[in-house]
């Protein structure tokens, strides 16, 4: 430590040491804080370009994504369209032929009533009194 003369006073010679010791100590904080100060700049230099290249890379994923969405939203549409338009077809071919096969049907029975009026007559009051018997209300 620092020798203290008889009055309680440190020498000046010593006291110039100890501000000398003090600068040194004081120029290695600084030293040593502009040091971290650097590597804590170059952290968060190399943190921002990860970090932008992440983001550019989430971007280009988002970007692809989204067109495969919508490319395959298009080929959904048009496949219910084509399977729409067979169906329609389908249908209309189908009523085509029903509605053939029932112009047929009633040019039969025309032609069987004109035949065969008796006949014609004597079915017809069968099948009511058939539907009557299985549409009447029951009593129990």
């Known amino acids: 430590m620092s020798e203290q003369t008889a009055d309680g006073q440190i020498s000046e010679e010593q006291d110039l040491q100890g501000d000398a010791g003090a600068d040194e100590s004081a120029k290695g904080n600084v030293r040593a804080i502009n040091e971290a100060k650097k590597k804590v700049q170059a952290a968060v230099g190399d943190a921002r370009e990860r ?22 939203s298009q080929q959904a549409r048009e496949a219910a369209r084509a399977r729409y338009q067979a169906t329609s077809e389908q249908v209309q071919d189908g009523y085509t032929r029903v509605r053939k096969d029932v112009d047929y049907m009633v040019g039969d029975v025309n032609d069987f009533v004109r035949e065969k009026p008796g006949t014609a007559v004597l079915i017809a009051g069968l099948a009511g009194f058939l539907l009557g018997l299985l549409f009447r209300p029951r009593r129990d």
């Open 51 to 72: 970090f932008q290249h992440v983001a550019a890379d989430v971007g280009d994923r988002f970007q692809q994504a989204s067109a495969t969405a919508q490319e395959k």
